[in-house]
């Protein structure tokens, strides 16, 4: 299928699914990806976070468990440069104030909040609608993280998070398109690297 196609069907999937089982869903998400995080040892997770009202993965449930369970770590957050469609990234902690942006989606206040590089990063949790078994994805299309993963260092780990499992193809990929490291849903974890 085409990602104009799997858009549209991915996000009346989500629409359509039963609260109870979006939040059982959102906790093996959780608990697969603590499982993954806790033999890597990363210093600096890179998140994002939910469009409000969007029934995205719940990341700031994973964010509030990652501080008790990893207390070292540093997670940060994407803040869409007005006018752009260019990122910078800030460490959010339990005091960071959020705004929230005109796709009503809550981002660190860069005036208040710590700013970081691309190069501190070691992981990036990426959104998604689908994804395929070559590790490509279908996000909103705004092409922000096509842009932001080529400025990552080679060794980050690009982490899809699904609530769904992979389709067979994206057909309609292109040069411009970067494909995820590996993707965590409720059922497993795929590593396209190999």
Not at 12 to 36: C, G, P, S, V
Not at 151 to 179: A, H, W
Request: with cysteine; proline share 7%.
């Amino acid at each position: 299928m085409k990602k104009a196609a799997l858009r549209k069907e991915f996000l009346q999937k989500r629409k359509e699914a039963d609260e109870r089982w979006l939040i059982e869903k959102n906790a093996l998400i959780a608990q697969n990806l603590e499982k993954f995080v806790l033999i890597n040892h990363f210093k600096t997770l890179h998140t994002f976070l939910p469009q409000l009202g969007s029934r995205e993965i719940h990341t700031s449930y994973i964010i509030e468990s990652f501080r008790i369970s990893f207390p070292t770590m540093r997670i940060a957050a994407p803040y869409i440069v007005p006018g752009t469609r260019e990122m910078e990234h800030f460490l959010i902690t339990p005091f960071t104030h959020l705004v929230i942006n005109q796709w009503r989606i809550p981002e660190p206040d860069p005036l208040t909040s710590e700013k970081i590089s691309t190069e501190e990063i070691d992981i990036v949790l990426v959104p998604l609608l689908a994804f395929d078994r070559k590790g490509y994805r279908v996000g909103y299309g705004g092409g922000y993280y096509d842009r932001f993963l080529p400025q990552t260092r080679p060794d980050c780990i690009k982490m899809g998070l699904s609530l769904f499992e992979e389709v067979y193809e994206i057909e309609d990929t292109n040069e411009f398109d970067i494909p995820l490291d590996m993707c965590i849903t409720p059922e497993r974890l795929y590593d396209f690297r190999s």
